[in-house]
Protein backbone atom coordinates (compact mmCIF):
# COMPACT_ATOMS: atom_id res chain seq x y z
CA UNK A 1 0.00 0.00 0.00
CA UNK A 2 1.24 3.56 -0.68
CA UNK A 3 0.59 6.20 1.73
CA UNK A 4 -1.81 8.31 -0.06
CA UNK A 5 -5.36 6.85 0.23
CA UNK A 6 -6.23 10.46 -0.17
CA UNK A 7 -4.79 11.52 -3.04
CA UNK A 8 -7.64 9.81 -5.50
CA UNK A 9 -8.69 13.58 -5.12
CA UNK A 10 -5.85 14.88 -6.25
CA UNK A 11 -6.37 17.80 -8.65
CA UNK A 12 -10.24 18.13 -7.10
CA UNK A 13 -9.46 20.60 -4.39
CA UNK A 14 -7.37 23.48 -3.61
CA UNK A 15 -4.74 22.12 -1.19
CA UNK A 16 -3.65 19.72 -3.49
CA UNK A 17 -0.09 19.75 -4.48
CA UNK A 18 1.43 21.74 -7.32
CA UNK A 19 4.83 20.86 -8.77
CA UNK A 20 7.29 18.82 -6.89
CA UNK A 21 10.34 20.10 -5.69
CA UNK A 22 12.99 19.79 -7.80
CA UNK A 23 15.40 19.49 -4.84
CA UNK A 24 13.66 18.69 -1.35
CA UNK A 25 15.43 18.45 1.64
CA UNK A 26 14.82 16.00 4.76
CA UNK A 27 12.52 18.87 6.79
CA UNK A 28 10.64 19.48 3.77
CA UNK A 29 9.88 16.40 3.05
CA UNK A 30 9.44 15.81 7.07
CA UNK A 31 6.91 18.52 7.31
CA UNK A 32 5.03 17.23 3.58
CA UNK A 33 4.57 13.91 5.10
CA UNK A 34 3.22 15.74 8.25
CA UNK A 35 1.19 18.07 6.45
CA UNK A 36 -0.45 15.01 4.54
CA UNK A 37 -0.66 12.68 7.26
CA UNK A 38 -0.13 13.61 10.44
CA UNK A 39 -4.14 13.44 11.80
CA UNK A 40 -4.43 10.27 10.37
CA UNK A 41 -0.98 9.00 11.70
CA UNK A 42 -1.90 10.08 15.23
CA UNK A 43 -5.08 8.40 15.04
CA UNK A 44 -3.59 5.04 13.57
CA UNK A 45 -0.82 5.57 16.54
CA UNK A 46 2.83 4.16 16.19
CA UNK A 47 2.11 0.28 16.60
CA UNK A 48 -0.07 0.05 13.12
CA UNK A 49 2.63 2.80 11.64
CA UNK A 50 5.43 0.34 12.38
CA UNK A 51 3.32 -2.48 11.03
CA UNK A 52 3.26 -0.60 7.72
CA UNK A 53 6.63 0.26 7.48
CA UNK A 54 7.52 -3.44 7.94
CA UNK A 55 5.11 -4.15 4.89
CA UNK A 56 6.82 -1.69 3.07
CA UNK A 57 10.34 -2.85 3.47
CA UNK A 58 9.28 -6.14 2.73
CA UNK A 59 8.23 -5.07 -0.34
CA UNK A 60 11.42 -3.18 -0.99
CA UNK A 61 13.12 -6.51 -0.40
CA UNK A 62 11.24 -8.56 -3.27
CA UNK A 63 11.57 -5.22 -5.39
CA UNK A 64 15.21 -5.74 -4.56
CA UNK A 65 14.93 -9.11 -6.25
CA UNK A 66 12.48 -8.47 -9.11
CA UNK A 67 11.66 -5.00 -9.29
CA UNK A 68 12.20 -2.66 -12.61
CA UNK A 69 14.13 1.00 -11.47
CA UNK A 70 10.65 2.60 -12.13
CA UNK A 71 9.36 0.24 -9.26
CA UNK A 72 12.48 0.55 -7.24
CA UNK A 73 12.27 4.24 -7.14
CA UNK A 74 8.42 3.77 -6.00
CA UNK A 75 9.37 1.15 -2.85
CA UNK A 76 12.45 3.70 -1.53
CA UNK A 77 10.05 6.81 -1.33
CA UNK A 78 7.23 4.14 0.11
CA UNK A 79 9.95 2.89 3.00
CA UNK A 80 11.12 6.74 3.70
CA UNK A 81 7.26 8.24 3.93
CA UNK A 82 6.59 5.56 6.46
CA UNK A 83 9.67 5.74 8.67
CA UNK A 84 9.29 9.71 8.51
CA UNK A 85 5.51 9.20 9.46
CA UNK A 86 6.84 7.04 12.73
CA UNK A 87 8.78 9.98 13.47
CA UNK A 88 6.23 11.99 13.53
CA UNK A 89 4.06 10.12 15.30
CA UNK A 90 6.86 10.00 17.95
CA UNK A 91 8.10 14.01 17.60
CA UNK A 92 11.61 13.08 16.05
CA UNK A 93 13.23 15.77 13.89
CA UNK A 94 14.72 13.94 11.45
CA UNK A 95 17.03 16.17 10.33
CA UNK A 96 18.41 16.61 14.16
CA UNK A 97 18.33 12.72 14.49
CA UNK A 98 21.08 12.72 11.31
CA UNK A 99 22.89 15.48 11.98
CA UNK A 100 23.36 14.25 15.35
CA UNK A 101 24.40 10.24 14.70
CA UNK A 102 26.07 11.37 11.27
CA UNK A 103 26.62 14.97 10.48
CA UNK A 104 30.58 14.15 11.47
CA UNK A 105 31.26 11.07 9.71
CA UNK A 106 31.03 7.53 11.00
CA UNK A 107 29.56 7.34 14.33
CA UNK A 108 32.04 4.62 14.71
CA UNK A 109 35.39 5.65 13.97
CA UNK A 110 34.59 9.36 13.30
CA UNK A 111 35.62 9.26 9.59
CA UNK A 112 34.24 11.02 6.97
CA UNK A 113 35.26 7.68 4.81
CA UNK A 114 34.71 4.62 7.59
CA UNK A 115 37.66 3.13 8.55
CA UNK A 116 36.15 0.95 11.15
CA UNK A 117 37.09 -2.71 10.85
CA UNK A 118 34.86 -4.75 8.27
CA UNK A 119 33.38 -7.10 10.69
CA UNK A 120 31.94 -3.93 12.77
CA UNK A 121 28.58 -2.19 12.61
CA UNK A 122 29.84 1.19 12.19
ZN1 LIG B 1 33.56 3.89 10.70
Request: a negative charge; hydrophobic letters at 40%; one cysteine or more.
Amino acid sequence: MTHDDASAANGADDSAAGTPHADITLAQFQQLIRDMYLEKDLARGVDGTFMWLMEEVGELASCLRNGTHEERLGEFADVLAWLTTIANVVGVDLTEAVQRKYGVGCPGCGQIVCRCADAEKP
